[in-house]
């Protein structure tokens, strides 16, 4: 070792080959971390290879970290060719601020992506609302989130804007389905034939029901009719489909019945048909 110190400092050309030796050494460094990096986040994708939020998170981590081993490299070859890094440090940082005032909104987006991926607030399928937007989530990303709504319209909506999500898709859902009846009607007749019908109803919708039916009788007076409404809560996406089949099965009673009905209740029905 002494040998080839003594070399390298008797040689023309020894500090040159110092400095190629000292370059080397760090290229050879920061590969072995690239590598090691690698490897390590592609287990971590394998392992959550159905989680596309953790995946998105471990992409970036990725990423940031090569970056990080890249630049650290190359300041110590720069600074061992001579180069002032101090400078390069300085001017990174003004350039960092310069752009990170000029972009906050893109950066509010990307740490709310972070928080909204990390904490599983809402996942690819699952139907949220957020201000005046809902639908089903088709993908979530670091900077935006994907949405279609019951149009079927694609909506981008940027992760700044995802403030106070309703997620539908995790918790019983409440479903509400009105019927409008004439004042002509005999109200004591028509509320017996619609509450007969609760326990038929829970019978046939016991697999996605979560509460019994409550049959809630007259809950509104309004100019055209009297309003009588079931109420009950279902498995999370569920609502939609327990409201139109209330809705039948209390019209075919009534028509059954000949109880007199408005010629516009469809319309004005809380189901969805």
């Given at each position: 070792?002494?040998?080839?110190?003594?070399?390298?400092?008797?040689?023309?050309?020894?500090?040159?080959?110092?400095?190629?030796?000292?370059?080397?050494?760090?290229?050879?460094?920061?590969?072995?971390?690239?590598?090691?990096?690698?490897?390590?986040?592609?287990?971590?994708?394998?392992?959550?290879?159905?989680?596309?939020?953790?995946?998105?998170?471990?992409?970036?981590?990725?990423?940031?970290?090569?970056?990080?081993?890249?630049?650290?490299?190359?300041?110590?070859?720069?600074?061992?060719?001579?180069?002032?890094?101090?400078?390069?440090?300085?001017?990174?940082?003004?350039?960092?601020?310069?752009?990170?005032?000029?972009?906050?909104?893109?950066?509010?987006?990307?740490?709310?992506?972070?928080?909204?991926?990390?904490?599983?607030?809402?996942?690819?399928?699952?139907?949220?609302?957020?201000?005046?937007?809902?639908?089903?989530?088709?993908?979530?990303?670091?900077?935006?989130?994907?949405?279609?709504?019951?149009?079927?319209?694609?909506?981008?909506?940027?992760?700044?804007?995802?403030?106070?999500?309703?997620?539908?898709?995790?918790?019983?859902?409440?479903?509400?389905?009105?019927?409008?009846?004439?004042?002509?009607?005999?109200?004591?007749?028509?509320?017996e034939s619609l509450?007969?019908?609760?326990?038929?109803?829970?019978?046939?919708?016991?697999?996605?029901?979560?509460?019994?039916?409550?049959?809630?009788g007259i809950t509104?007076?309004?100019?055209?009719?009297?309003?009588?409404?079931?109420?009950?809560?279902?498995?999370?996406?569920?609502?939609?489909?327990?409201?139109?089949y209330l809705l039948?099965?209390?019209?075919?009673?009534?028509?059954?019945?000949?109880?007199?009905?408005?010629?516009?209740?469809?319309?004005?029905?809380?189901?969805?048909?």
């Amino acid at each position: 070792m002494n040998t080839v110190t003594e070399f390298l400092k008797e040689h023309p050309y020894g500090p040159l080959i110092r400095k190629g030796f000292y370059i080397l050494f760090v290229l050879l460094t920061a590969l072995l971390i690239f590598h090691v990096v690698k490897r390590f986040f592609e287990h971590l994708r394998k392992r959550r290879e159905r989680d596309k939020g953790v995946n998105t998170i471990v992409m970036l981590l990725d990423k940031v970290l090569r970056g990080i081993v890249f630049f650290v490299a190359l300041l110590l070859i720069l600074d061992r060719l001579g180069v002032n890094t101090n400078s390069i440090l300085a001017t990174a940082g003004i350039g960092t601020l310069i752009v990170g005032l000029g972009a906050q909104s893109l950066v509010k987006d990307f740490i709310n992506g972070f928080f909204i991926l990390t904490e599983r607030q809402y996942v690819a399928g699952e139907y949220i609302k957020v201000g005046n937007l809902e639908g089903y989530v088709e993908d979530v990303g670091l900077r935006m989130t994907r949405l279609r709504n019951y149009n079927g319209e694609i909506q981008f909506v940027p992760n700044g804007m995802m403030q106070g999500v309703i997620n539908t898709s995790r918790t019983s859902m409440r479903a509400t389905a009105t019927v409008v009846v004439s004042y002509e009607a005999d109200i004591k007749r028509t509320m017996e034939s619609l509450k007969s019908l609760v326990s038929l109803m829970e019978e046939e919708q016991q697999a996605i029901l979560q509460a019994p039916i409550e049959f809630l009788g007259i809950t509104a007076s309004k100019e055209r009719g009297m309003e009588l409404t079931y109420r009950t809560f279902t498995k999370p996406e569920q609502q939609w489909t327990v409201e139109r089949y209330l809705l039948e099965k209390a019209l075919q009673k009534l028509q059954e019945e000949k109880i007199p009905l408005p010629g516009t209740h469809k319309e004005e029905s809380n189901a969805v048909l």
